[in-house]
T-cell receptor
């Protein structure tokens, strides 16, 4: 149980294009999902909190117009990197919290490696 | 000073040894404590989850939380080469803070056959 998937697992795109990354909770419902990015040999940096049916909450310094988040259902959140540039190349990881439990566990997806040429 | 401090390692041990990992933190509001294992180019995998102070054991893994000292530990018994990974501690104060996790920087562990 508690499986989170991400799609795609990797993507290469040209500078200026937009890329959408999907995060799905496969066997539980998640009212809250989180989006992180991770640079090589560094820890995870929280970008935003995605809330089902409402606007995402962005961390300080994260451009909300560049990183569009949509949480349209209890099992799906999407992150769209708009007008991507080489500095956006990173490892993007989502996590989800099981809404059906009082526990505060978060389960992570396998990550999406984005390379912008 | 970071909110959560974790020795980056690398920590190299022979197969079969006990791996000892720890984190210290400064925010006394943290109540939920987790340990994740992350292999290269993969997402973190939840190993242990603990609420408040105390010990928890699951197979070869033991997690300890000492809130009075703001110190948490993870022990891995009978370590295997497959345990070679980066281990991340994470914690959060709970719903009042949006359930946001604060991570340590990660400790790289290498178990040599």
């Amino acid at each position: 149980g508690a499986v989170v998937s991400q799609h795609p697992s990797w993507v290469i795109c040209k500078s200026g294009t937009s890329v959408k990354i999907e995060c799905r909770s496969l066997d539980f419902q998640a009212t809250t999902m989180f989006w992180y990015r991770q640079f090589p040999k560094q820890s995870l940096m929280l970008m935003a909190t995605s809330n089902e049916g409402s606007k995402a909450t962005y961390e300080q310094g994260v451009e909300k117009d560049k990183f569009l988040i949509n949480h349209a259902s209890l099992t799906l959140s999407t992150l769209t990197v708009t007008s991507a540039h080489p500095e956006d190349s990173s490892f993007y990881i989502c996590s989800a919290r099981d809404a059906g439990t009082s526990k505060n566990e978060q389960f992570f997806g396998p990550g999406t490696r984005l390379t912008v040429l | 000073q970071k909110e959560v401090e974790q020795d980056p390692g690398p920590l190299s041990v022979p197969e079969g040894a006990i791996v000892s990992l720890n984190c210290t933190y400064s925010n006394s509001a943290f109540q939920y404590f987790m340990w994740y294992r992350q292999y290269s180019r993969k997402g973190p995998e939840l190993l242990m989850y603990t609420y408040s102070s105390g010990n928890k054991e699951d197979g070869r893994f033991t997690a300890q939380v000492d809130k009075s000292s703001k110190y948490i530990s993870l022990f891995i018994r009978d370590s295997q080469p497959s345990d070679s990974a980066t281990y991340l501690c994470a914690m959060n104060p709970g719903k009042a803070a949006g359930n946001k996790l604060t991570f340590g920087g990660g400790t790289r562990v290498l178990v040599k056959p």
